[in-house]
């Protein structure tokens, strides 16, 4: 099993920036990628960024520009700084882990998510 804590959410103005911070523990070995969802009230969950273990990285069209992630293999963390924040920014963002079980058969994790919400 993967645990992941995310933390880093809040309140923040429009423009404002925030940066997210999940920890990812337990069995942690087979990991290939981490990353950032969110889900707002009424809507799917979407891809917020991802970042596999080769440093390649990918975002939604909305953050592309104004949010970067990265990740700290020492701390077994990845973060999502978001900058120029706007009100359609407002959700529940979600860390995610991907996990190969056997073969090419993975195993999604996820965090509990931490609030981010952007005022106008």
């Known amino acids: 099993q993967v645990q992941l804590v995310e933390s880093g959410g809040g309140l923040v103005q429009a423009g404002g920036s925030l940066t997210l911070s999940c920890v990812a523990s337990?069995?942690?070995?087979?990991?290939?990628?981490m990353g950032w969802y969110r889900q707002a009230p009424g809507k799917q969950r979407e891809l917020v960024a991802v970042l596999s273990n080769g440093n390649m990285s990918n975002y939604t069209n909305s953050a592309k520009g104004r949010f970067t992630i990265s990740r700290d293999n020492a701390k077994n963390t990845v973060y999502l700084q978001m900058n120029t924040l706007k009100p359609e920014d407002t959700a529940v963002y979600y860390c995610n882990a991907k996990r190969v079980v056997v073969a090419s058969i993975y195993m999604d994790y996820w965090g509990q998510g931490t609030q981010v919400t952007v005022s106008s």
């Open positions: 337990g069995s942690i070995f087979g990991i290939t990628s």
